[in-house]
């Protein structure tokens, strides 16, 4: 099983600055990753697929980078409904689909 | 415009079998490349995938879990179904349904139902 572990665990980000979260996989899931952004109460909602294609309506200035194993998901200006908890998960590994732990962004 | 939607019990005894059903819309899981997964959140943890069924029938499971679980899908009333034998109390979770599109992602998802396994 290929594992996803996701750093920092914890966020704190002033409104208006930047984020960037960490997502690395056991192996190399070339770039069969996606993002999640879940808020609390809700069901998490797809942000990013194939590391750094935005899913329809998501704004720009959430991007995703990399490839293999080391992969990125930045926030270039967090608004107040970006503080979330994000999820990465690939699906290289076919049928079996694994998630990282999340990463909380929080208000600093 | 897709939609789905779990339902079940909010309340299971430990050693009873879960059934839990997803209810969906905007799209048919008799179509090419369509997927529906279920996926549980224990309260304050991370998510974790549990089962997927393809339109072509075909199953994948946790490995984890595999013995468990079972689900199947009913195409002419939309839902797909997730069996779980022998509640823990370590399954009390948020359980989800969500589908994995032509990008083999899980783009859309359901609302999400509370299990509660607890004698």
């Known amino acids: 099983e290929i594992v996803m572990t996701q750093s920092p665990a914890t966020l704190s980000v002033s409104p208006g600055e930047g984020a960037t979260l960490s997502c690395r996989a056991s192996?190399?899931?070339?770039?069969?990753l996606a993002w999640y952004q879940q808020k609390p109460g809700q069901a998490p909602r797809l942000l990013i697929y194939?590391?750094?294609t935005r899913a329809t309506g998501i704004p720009a200035r959430f991007s995703g980078s990399g490839s293999g194993t080391e992969f990125t998901l930045t926030i270039s200006s967090l608004q107040s409904e970006d503080f979330a908890v994000y999820y990465c998960?690939?699906?290289?590994?076919?049928?079996?689909?694994?998630f990282g732990g999340g990463t909380k962004v929080e208000i600093k | 415009q897709v939609t789905l939607k779990e339902s079940g019990p909010a309340l299971v005894k430990p050693t009873q079998t879960l059934t839990l059903t997803c209810t969906f819309s905007?799209?048919?899981?008799?179509?090419?490349?369509?997927?529906v997964s279920w996926i549980r959140q224990p309260p304050g943890r991370a998510l974790e995938w549990l089962a997927r069924?393809?339109?072509?029938?075909?199953?994948q499971y946790n490995t984890s879990l595999k013995t468990r679980l079972t689900i199947s899908k009913d195409t002419s009333k939309n839902q797909v179904v997730l069996i779980m034998t022998n509640m823990d109390p370590l399954d009390t979770a948020t359980y989800y349904c969500?589908?994995?599109?032509?990008?083999?992602?899980?783009?859309?998802w359901g609302q999400g139902t509370l299990v509660t396994v607890s004698s």
């Open positions: 969500a589908r994995i599109g032509q990008q083999l992602v899980h783009d859309y």
């Open positions: 905007g799209f048919s899981l008799r179509s090419t490349g369509m997927r």
């Open positions: 069924i393809d339109w072509d029938d075909d199953k």
């Open positions: 192996q190399s899931i070339i770039s069969n």
């Open positions: 194939d590391a750094s």
């Open positions: 998960q690939q699906y290289n590994n076919w049928p079996s689909l694994t």
